[in-house]
């Protein structure tokens, strides 16, 4: 674990972290070093640093981010954008793209968060949102369907991110959560061994 590494070797981890994601270092200070190394230590922060971004630690997850996600407001963006498939859907508010590319499918295919492969005959209709009231989603491998907002409480999904996580979404039905579940009704069935899949990937 980085926390039991030298304060030498830590700091350029950070330091290392920042530059991933900002692109340059050319403004971060020992004083921002201090406070990233502060919140690596303990559930702390959000701290302000240079070029926009904040950093916090969320249940023992350092988070880098732009400062306005981790802003009070609760209300979702009320945008929708119909999906590609194939090809790339690029979403608003800096949240990146959705891109579809079809593969062969494989029954040894197992759903989770880095596999989201999906029935090539997925509904004309999905959209790429933010969540709504009212969805649910009943995720592969599991039992039962629960409400979306019962299913990120369940998954501990940092409710500061909640409100800037694009979703696949067939009316209130979620066909993907990235990073988190598939939709059980639109993944591959061990019947579709002989047809292509569908792969989303979303790109930060």
């Known amino acids: 674990l980085l926390t039991k590494e030298h304060t030498a070797i830590q700091m350029r981890v950070l330091k290392s972290f920042f530059l ?18 502060e919140v690596l230590q303990k559930q702390a922060g959000p701290y302000d640093l240079p070029y926009g971004l904040s950093i916090r630690n969320y249940q023992g997850r350092i988070l880098l981010e732009k400062k306005d996600i981790t802003s009070s407001d609760n209300e979702s963006d009320d945008w929708e954008i119909q999906l590609n498939i194939p090809g790339t859907t690029v ?18 295919f197992r759903y989770n968060s880095e596999m989201n492969c999906f029935s090539q005959g997925l509904p004309a209709g999905c959209v790429v949102r ?7 989603i009943k995720p592969a491998g599991r039992q039962g ?11 501990k999904i940092d409710p ?17 959560l990235p990073e988190h579940a598939c939709g059980d009704a639109y993944i591959c069935k061990i019947d579709d061994i002989d047809h292509s899949a569908i792969r989303l990937i979303w790109q930060r």
């Not at 991933?20 to 190394?37: E, F, N, P, Y």
């Not at 933010?130 to 649910?136: E, Q, S, V």
Request: proline share 4%; glycine share 8%; no cysteine.
């Open 20 to 37: 991933r994601i900002s692109g340059t270092v050319k403004d971060l200070s020992q004083i921002h070093l201090a406070l990233m190394q």
């Open 91 to 108: 979403l608003p508010s800096g949240l990146g793209s959705i891109e579809a590319v079809k593969i062969e499918y494989d029954r040894d």
């Open 145 to 155: 369907t629960r409400t979306l907002k019962k299913f990120m409480n369940e998954e």
């Open 130 to 136: 933010l969540r709504r009231p009212g969805d649910h």
């Open 160 to 176: 500061k991110l909640r409100n800037h996580l694009p979703v696949i979404a067939n009316g209130s039905d979620i066909v993907w």
